[in-house]
Nanobody
Framework: QVQLVESGGGLVQAGGSLRLSCATS????????MGWFRQAPGKDREFAAA????????NYADSLKGRFTISRDNAKNTVYLQMNNLKPEDTAEYYC??????????????????WGQGTQVTVSS
């Protein structure tokens, strides 16, 4: 059974940074493209970033380019989301997701096979 566990969320002031981590288990990490999504209260889930199985391809929501960076360490079975210059509108529950044999281009959450439980990010003004 594949499990994804996020960590690293918390409360940060506007302009600050956080790094989210998502540790996976249950199947070879390198067989998954990975994505990060977020959902703010009262809003739909939205795509944040994705990365290919080998890490060579990354993909970002246009609004997050330049502030967020996705990366992965296949030796540690972990994907990261570095978030800089955080804004109050970044406040949301953040989820990592795994796409079996994915390309790193999938932005639709329905294309992902496994999800973590989420980690809360709150940015104060």
């Amino acid at each position: 059974q594949v499990q994804l566990v996020e960590s690293g969320g918390g409360l940060v002031q506007a302009g600050g940074s956080l790094r989210l981590s998502c540790a996976t288990s249950g199947r070879a990490f390198g067989t998954f493209a990975m994505g990060w999504f977020r959902q703010a209260p009262g809003k739909d889930r939205e795509f944040a970033a994705a990365i290919s199985r080998g890490g060579g391809i990354t993909n970002y929501a246009d609004s997050l380019k330049g502030r967020f960076t996705i990366s992965r360490d296949n030796a540690k079975n972990t994907v990261y989301l570095q978030m800089n210059n955080l804004k109050p509108e970044d406040t949301a529950e953040y989820y990592c997701a795994a796409e079996s044999y994915g390309s790193g281009f999938t932005r639709n959450g329905n294309g992902y096979n496994y999800w973590g439980q989420g980690t809360q990010v709150t940015v104060s003004s």
